[in-house]
């Protein structure tokens, strides 16, 4: 197994293991939440009991990381779409890969650092 399925792995079993851990405590949670507390620690509002809003905050944590691990799989596949690929003028059998590859490098800065 390649390291990034492992951690893949990892984040999916985590992502389940905090969604039944919530679905295991909400039925003993009280009929009114609080929705926030003065500075005396009293409620300043409740809410009513709801599954929806108990497992908002876990379905965010999961589209937030299925977000950047897809974005972050999507740029190592393809890194010259973000970068803007290699410069004019420079091709990989003439310039190392470093050069091809960072974003800043000019056509002329490229010419000087060509590998024998």
């Given amino acids: 197994m390649t390291a990034s399925r492992l951690l893949w792995a990892v984040a999916v079993s985590l992502f389940a293991l905090v969604i039944a851990m919530s679905l295991a405590v909400y039925p003993t949670m009280p009929a009114e939440l609080p929705t926030g507390l003065d500075a005396d620690g009293a ?3 409740t809410t009513p009991k709801s599954l929806l809003a108990w ?3 876990p379905l965010l944590l999961g589209g937030i990381t299925a977000l950047l691990g897809g ?3 999507i740029v190592h ?3 010259g ?3 803007g690929g290699a410069p004019r003028g420079c ?3 003439r310039c190392s890969w470093a050069c091809c590859r960072s974003p800043w490098a000019s056509a002329s800065s ?3 650092s060509r590998t024998a």
């Fill in 91 to 93: 091709c990989r059998r």
């Fill in 71 to 73: 974005l972050g799989a």
């Fill in 43 to 45: 409620p300043r509002g």
């Fill in 55 to 57: 497992l908002t905050a």
């Fill in 81 to 83: 779409l973000f970068s």
């Fill in 77 to 79: 596949r393809y890194p």
């Fill in 110 to 112: 490229c010419a000087t």
